[in-house]
């Protein structure tokens, strides 16, 4: 009987947490495999339990075809909270003092790479994509992501890999 992938990850898992098994594994390679062997026929013998996901309250359950429901659902509950993720960084003076600090890093750390792939990819693309260009779109990307995700803190930069898809479909532009 072959075992599908389900069932032997089940397996192995049960193995590894019975940790009377595990505190008398053998050193011995032929009675290692026969303490796996006798273990797996007791998880054999043993009927599956069915797992139910817990229900959540205030969560329904949302069909496929609704799209976008679970969203707007997260955004009724979480909207007596929106106000607060924006405002709670300047309840006092430490807090402003703290706010304006990442701030001020943040804008550097995300200045200082779209300075530096803006220009490598001025160079790839003969100047379409300039460093102005790219300090511009982080800016926008970077403001509507904050704006309205929820979560002013995450940060967005021009990396390497970006650099490089353009430097490869400018390529084949060319070609």
């Known amino acids: 009987m072959t075992k599908s ?6 397996s192995v898992v049960s193995f590894a947490f019975q ?6 594994l053998p050193s011995e390679k032929n009675s290692m495999s026969k303490m796996v062997d006798d273990f797996v ?19 329904e359950p949302v069909p496929l075809y609704h799209l976008g429901r679970g969203l707007w659902g997260d955004i009724k509950r979480r909207a007596k909270w929106y106000l607060s993720d924006y405002v ?12 304006i600090s990442a701030t001020v890093f943040l804008f550097f750390a995300c200045l200082l790479p779209s300075i530096a792939f ?13 460093v102005q260009k ?5 800016s926008f990307g970077g403001l509507f992501f904050a704006l309205f995700s929820g979560q002013p803190i995450v940060i967005l930069l021009t ?3 970006l650099a490089l898809y ?3 479909i400018q390529d084949l532009a060319d070609r």
């Open 88 to 99: 709670d960084g300047l309840n006092n003076m430490k807090s402003v003092s703290k706010s």
């Open 166 to 168: 353009i430097s490869i």
């Open 5 to 10: 992938n389900y069932e032997i990850g089940r």
């Open 118 to 130: 803006g220009s490598l990819n001025a160079g790839t693309t003969r100047g379409a994509i300039t």
């Open 19 to 24: 940790t009377d098994l595990v505190n008398k």
């Open 41 to 59: 026929a007791k998880v054999r013998s043993e009927e599956p339990t069915e797992f139910e996901l817990p229900d959540i309250p205030g969560v």
């Open 159 to 161: 990396t390497a890999p």
């Open 134 to 138: 790219t300090i511009i779109a982080q």
